[in-house]
């Protein structure tokens, strides 16, 4: 599930190499684990830094800048979402939120990684 700021959530095929996930996010990953039912969130590591724009605040009051994706978690690796799953977070996103850039810029305090 492809989620882009301004706009509702898609469903999108997206590649499995490094550099396929980073063309999707803008540039290098972070994984947001937030959902804490087997999903992650993919979004771009440094997208408050270099000014990207609010795209969804996240159930802990924190923000996500720029172009994310929802992924399954199986551990080491990613894998596809259920269809189940894929319909959750494309209702769970369809609603774009208005999130200012001083929003954006104050919430800099919250980083998640990758493990």
């Known amino acids: 599930v492809y989620v882009e700021p301004g706009k509702p959530a898609v469903e999108k095929r997206i590649g499995t190499k490094l550099e396929d996930l980073q063309a999707e996010v803008g540039g290098l990953i972070e994984c947001i684990y937030s959902h804490n039912d087997g999903t992650i969130i993919v979004a771009n ?13 996240l159930g802990n009051g924190s923000i996500i800048a720029g172009p994310f994706f929802v992924i399954g978690d199986a551990g080491e690796e990613f894998r596809s979402l259920t269809d189940a799953e894929v319909s959750r977070y494309v209702q769970q996103y369809a609603e774009p939120h208005r999130i200012s850039q001083r929003e954006v810029q ?6 998640f990684y990758c493990f």
């Not at 590591?45 to 605040?57: F, H």
């Not at 104050?106 to 980083?111: I, L, S």
């Open 45 to 57: 590591d440094e997208a408050k830094l270099i000014g990207m724009e609010g795209n969804r605040r």
């Open 106 to 111: 104050a919430d800099m305090g919250f980083t």
